[in-house]
């Protein structure tokens, strides 16, 4: 069962405009939660987390939201360039179990110029 | 520094050969780990160590193995190759959970360029 979702493979938006990725999860468990990002033939790069106790993180131009209660964070990308376009992947860790964080299966962003 | 460093990036195997996907880091973290990414299954945790001379079990260990002797080399092991195993292949490190910005080993980790491993 897939603990962590991404349930769209994925999204296009115009340049300057904002992008928004969601990612839904099941465990209660999960109180750490990170967004990777992935060019292809390279490895996964850290952008942004959140942790439990906060409901929002930015930096520059990411934003993470976090809903506990529906069990649901978003990244927000604004303004969206040409640059952000990759593969992006939502993961989360577990308290007893941070040693071990769970992937989403990714979502494909297009920024078109 | 060099940081993650995977080798090799391409490998072919017949089912039944052996083959060790070497990973380096020069970063000093404690914390290593093996991923393989399948499409449309995302990340999955293969093994991985939280210092030398200790290593433990991911979502999908069966097949692998896996040893830490140094804190720098975290080399992944496949005994007996199979079709099930074609995949791409990340090695990730990180700072322990005391030295790292969470508190949690896990969380912030620099992955490797990837090795794409093919079982015939």
């Known amino acids: 069962d897939q603990q962590v979702k991404q349930n769209s493979p994925s999204l296009s938006v115009q340049e300057g405009r904002i992008s928004i990725l969601n990612c839904d999860y099941t465990?209660?468990?999960?109180?750490?939660f990170l967004w990777y990002k992935k060019y292809p033939a390279e490895g996964p790069t850290f952008l942004i987390s959140?942790?439990?106790?906060?409901d929002k993180n930015e930096d520059g131009r990411f934003t993470v939201f976090l809903n506990k209660s529906a069990k649901h964070l978003s990244l927000h990308i604004v303004p969206s360039q040409p640059g952000d376009s990759a593969v992006y992947f939502c993961?989360?860790?577990?308290?007893?179990?941070?040693?071990?964080?769970?992937f989403g299966t990714g979502t494909l962003l297009a920024v078109q110029p | 520094n060099a940081g993650v460093t995977q080798t090799p990036k391409f490998q072919v195997l017949k089912t039944g050969q052996s083959m060790t996907l070497q990973c380096a880091q020069d970063?000093?973290?404690?914390?290593m780990s093996w991923y393989r990414q399948d499409p449309g299954m995302g990340l999955r945790l293969i093994h991985y160590?939280?210092?030398?001379?200790?290593?433990d079990q991911g979502e999908v260990p069966n097949g692998y193995n896996v040893s830490r002797s140094t804190t720098e080399d975290f080399p992944l092991r496949l005994l007996s190759a199979a079709p099930s195993q074609t995949s791409v292949y990340f090695c990730?490190?990180?700072?322990?959970?005391?030295?790292?910005?969470?508190?949690?080993?896990?969380?912030?980790?620099?992955f490797g360029p990837g090795t794409r491993l093919t079982v015939l």
């Open positions: 990730a490190s990180s700072y322990s959970g005391t030295a790292s910005t969470s508190g949690r080993a896990a969380d912030t980790q620099y």
């Open positions: 465990n209660s468990m999960f109180d750490y």
């Open positions: 970063m000093n973290h404690e914390y």
């Open positions: 993961a989360a860790s577990a308290l007893g179990a941070t040693n071990k964080l769970i």
């Open positions: 160590s939280v210092g030398a001379g200790i290593t």
């Open positions: 959140i942790s439990s106790i906060k």
